[in-house]
RNA sequence: CGGGGAGUAGCGCAGUUUGGCUAGCGCGCUUGCUUCGGGAGCAAGAGGCCGCGGGUUCAAAUCCCGCCUUCCCGACCA
């Protein structure tokens, strides 16, 4: 992508409504803006840094056995008046009278639509057990959004729902599902623990959060050793169900024994936009954000030093089409600015890898490269640059 | 929902206490010249229902009443 191209509106300042880390380098970096209390729009870097995170959790609950579906958020109230949620859950239900009066909800969360889904189609014990997850915008009419993307009324969420014919099913697959969570959180970089926790108004029996320590964190670990009190973001909570949905809904399955039985379930659920807050949250400097090469928006930042100098540009173009052409993700900043607004920005953003073609340096045939993590420069001759950065990226 | 801030140019802010404003400052934006390796310099410009509605007054960004929006703390929270 040329950086002229695209849409990357970066702010000096410190928005006057961001109070923490992430809100404020999210806005500055030009990845979101604001429309309302709680609802954010993801402009082109914010969201390809959402797509990869989803991608990752894809890619993990895949492995995992998991198959994607997409369920609807707009939902009949009937359906959560049969579980006893709709009086529940009426403070943060966000509803809508359709045209002919019938009342609707869109889904803060999705058990029961996959519960009546699965009650439709799963007749026996041989039907069992199913793994299924969505990657969906979830609504909640919060009593105080805040922190950005951290708690807001439209949010992303990976859920997942397993339908089991007993508690032993439903252990493995429980078990499972913390592996994977363990293996997203890991491969999105973060630092993040696992603790027992309330199931809230989710019900059940047994859950898990997912928490990583950050200093805007709404939530409250004792993680290590020093076992000193720490804020945390919660990333995911997974729950142990058992019948609380498959009963009043009729997910039923016929036995071995010929018996008539409630499936048991589990439910898994990943907070995406937290945990592309939570990456910001715990890998910034004063400069910016530091993106681990798996998530960012782009892996690779040309610099064209001098746009108006031809050898500049020209070589600029061959490590960028190079660069493209063996598959990593690459963005040349083109743009007609002095060099110093280029730099601020890559570190404002936070690439992985810079690389800077300027005049002087590229007399001698070399070209710069400097990661964003160590910030230390290096040169090297302009045509050993790919395989320098190859071997970065490894 | 309780408490506390804030709303003035695209962004960040001053001015409000004590009414006199023809509303400023920095950044950004436009044009020209000079610059050109870490947010350039000079010059000339463009850009405001001072959140909205009512009221007081010769006169309101400023005082009074009502409302809206938004941020923070708390309560709540997947």
């Not at 937290?274 to 910016?288: C, H």
């Amino acid at each position: 992508m040329r950086w002229s191209n695209t849409y990357i509106p970066t702010l000096r300042e410190d928005p006057s409504d961001a109070e923490v880390a992430s809100h404020k380098l999210m806005l500055r970096a030009g990845f979101i803006r604001r429309l309302g209390s709680g609802a954010y729009s993801y402009l082109p870097l914010g969201l390809r840094i959402l797509r990869n995170i989803e991608n990752i959790i894809r890619d993990e609950m895949n492995a995992a056995g998991a198959s994607e579906v997409l369920l609807p958020a707009m939902q009949p109230a009937e359906l959560w008046k049969k579980t006893d949620r709709f009086k529940l859950l009426e403070e943060i239900l966000i509803t809508y009278k359709d045209r002919s009066g019938k009342l609707n909800v869109f889904g803060p969360t999705h058990e029961e639509v996959i519960t009546d889904l699965v009650a439709r189609d799963i007749r026996s014990y041989r039907d069992l057990p199913k793994l299924l997850y969505q990657i969906q915008t979830k609504f909640r009419d919060e009593p105080r959004p805040r922190f950005g993307v951290l708690r807001s009324k439209e949010f992303v969420m990976k859920d997942a729902y397993s339908f089991d014919k007993d508690e032993k099913g439903l252990e493995v697959i429980y078990k499972k599902m913390h592996e994977a969570y363990r293996r997203i959180f890991d491969r999105c970089g973060l630092e993040y623990v696992s603790v027992e926790a309330d199931s809230g108004f989710m019900g059940g029996s047994e859950s898990h959060e997912f928490m990583a320590p950050a200093s805007c964190g709404e939530d409250k670990v004792i993680c290590g050793k020093d076992k000193k009190e720490k804020a945390a973001i919660e990333l995911g909570h997974i729950f142990k169900l058992g019948t609380k949905y498959s009963k009043p809904l009729g997910a039923r399955y016929l036995d071995e024994d010929g018996k008539e039985k409630d499936a048991i379930m589990g439910c898994y659920g990943i907070g995406v936009n937290r945990i592309f807050a939570a990456v910001i949250e715990q890998n910034n400097d004063k400069d910016g954000m530091i993106w681990p090469i798996a998530i960012a928006p782009y892996q690779v930042l040309i610099i064209v030093i001098d746009p108006a100098d031809k050898d500049v540009v020209k070589e600029s173009e061959r490590i960028y089409k190079e660069l493209i052409d063996s598959g990593i993700e690459t963005i040349l900043d083109d743009r007609d600015e002095r060099p110093g607004i280029k730099f601020k920005d890559a570190d404002l953003i936070g690439f992985p890898l810079k690389v800077t073609v300027g005049k002087k340096s590229l007399k001698e045939g070399k070209v710069e490269l400097k990661p964003r993590k160590t910030q230390k420069t290096s040169l090297h001759p302009s045509n050993k640059i790919i395989s320098v950065i190859k071997d970065h990226l490894k």
